[in-house]
Structures are given as C-alpha cells and as structure tokens.
C-alpha cells in the first residue's frame, strides 16, 4: 500500500526567503506527481503536475523535482511571499486495475511572515 | 473552463441525521472521486467512480456512506445516519481518463460537514 509522507508537518519562514518542501512515497512505481496548495477552508489549486518520466517542472517560483526511484520530490518556493502562506500537500498517481489511485501526504503548513 | 462544482458549501447536522453532497465535475471528465478530508490530515479517497460506474469504493464506510453518479456526469454523496467523527470537508475531484494514470486531477471547493 502506497503511503505518502510529508516533512515538515509546518514551517514559518521570513518573507524573501527561499524554501524547500519534502515528500517522499514509499512505493515508486508512480505514473506522476501532483503538488497542490490548500488555503484554509477551500478546495486544493494544483500547482505542479511531474510525469514518472520527467525530473522536474517549473511554474514561476515554483519548481518541483521528482525522483522517482529514491521515491522522493521536492518544491522549490522561491523569494516566499506572506500570500504563500498555505497548506502544500504532494500527491502520487498509481494505476490499480481500472482505478487510477492519488494518494495524499498529511501537508505542510507554510506560514510566510511580512 | 469552469471547474468542478460543489454544494453546499458548509452543512451544519445533528448526529443520526442524513445529508447529502452534490458534485458536478469539469465537462468531458470520465472520472470523478470523493474525498474525506479531516482536520490536520491529508484526503482520503472514499469513491471513485470511471463513468458511472464504480471502479474503487474500497474505503467507503458502506453501512453509512452511499454515492451514485447517474448518466456519468454528477454526482451525490450521502451520508446516512451521520456521526460525530464524519465532521470534515468532503472533496470532489475530476479528471480525463488516461489508463496509465498521468492527467491532472481537479478539485472543487470542498463541502465543510459539521456533526453535532
């Protein structure tokens, strides 16, 4: 069974600064990643979407990476601004039979302070 | 495009009483899924459906939780009778069907239950 784990559970950093976020999943046959943001009482806005084949995908100051045999992605937040400030979860696509599964990590609360 | 579609979008119920969750997803989208999202977790899938039919509802607490996605487009998610430990935002995502599992989901806004 496929577990996606997400560290840290929450951090704050000053605005202007650099970030990483990790997401690591235990199980790399994947057919690709999702990155979504989550503000606090609304859906989830995908970000970022990696193919199993590719290694990383860029979005303005976004920048996820994938690999997928150490079962492993980041996202890059560069210069964090206070509206960054959200829950960031990762997500892995398997196929199972005829049901395509998504798997979710618990999230990141990031807190971008002015 | 518009996107997926929910109400309402907060429900405030009595345990043991019923509700239900509507969804309508992006037009053209094959799948649709539910997700039970709780407090301070990630989501959890309780039903996927190909169509309208069902392909994974492994997760689906049955003697409570039903879904039905009638002529493959929306979709209703109802819980009856509800508990206390139901209270989270219940998640309807959509996307293309691609067998190898590489398009983008899409989520709607999300219906926040409350079980008091």
């Known amino acids: 069974k496929q577990e996606v784990t997400q560290i840290p559970a929450a951090l704050s950093v000053p605005e202007g600064e650099n970030l990483v976020l990790n997401c690591s999943f235990t199980?790399?046959?994947?057919?690709?990643l999702q990155w979504f943001r989550q503000d606090p009482g609304k859906g989830l806005t995908s970000l970022l979407l990696?193919?199993?084949?590719?290694r990383e995908q860029t979005s303005g100051r976004l920048n996820a990476s994938l690999d997928k045999s150490s079962g492993r992605s980041t996202l890059y937040i560069a210069a964090s601004q206070p509206g960054d400030s959200a829950t960031y979860l990762c997500?892995?696509?398997?196929?199972?039979?005829?049901?395509?599964?998504?798997?979710f990590g618990s999230g990141t609360q990031l807190t971008v302070l002015p | 495009e518009a996107g997926v579609a929910q109400s309402p979008r907060y429900k405030i119920i009595e345990k043991r009483q019923s509700v239900a969750f509507w969804c309508n997803p992006i037009?053209?989208?094959?799948?649709l899924y539910w997700y039970q999202q709780i407090l301070g977790q990630g989501p959890k899938l309780l039903i996927q459906?190909?169509?309208?039919?069902?392909?994974?509802d492994s997760q689906l607490p049955k003697d409570r939780f039903s879904a039905e996605r009638l002529k493959g487009v929306d979709s209703t998610l109802k819980i009856q009778p509800a508990k206390l430990e139901d209270s989270a935002v219940y998640l309807c995502?959509?996307?293309?069907?691609?067998?190898?599992?590489?398009?983008?989901?899409?989520f709607g806004q999300g219906t926040r239950l409350t079980v008091v």
């Open positions: 995502a959509s996307s293309l069907w691609d067998r190898a599992g590489n398009t983008e989901a899409f």
């Open positions: 199980d790399s046959a994947i057919y690709n």
């Open positions: 990696i193919q199993s084949s590719q």
């Open positions: 997500a892995v696509s398997q196929v199972s039979g005829s049901a395509r599964q998504l798997t």
């Open positions: 037009s053209g989208h094959a799948t």
């Open positions: 459906f190909q169509n309208n039919g069902v392909v994974d």
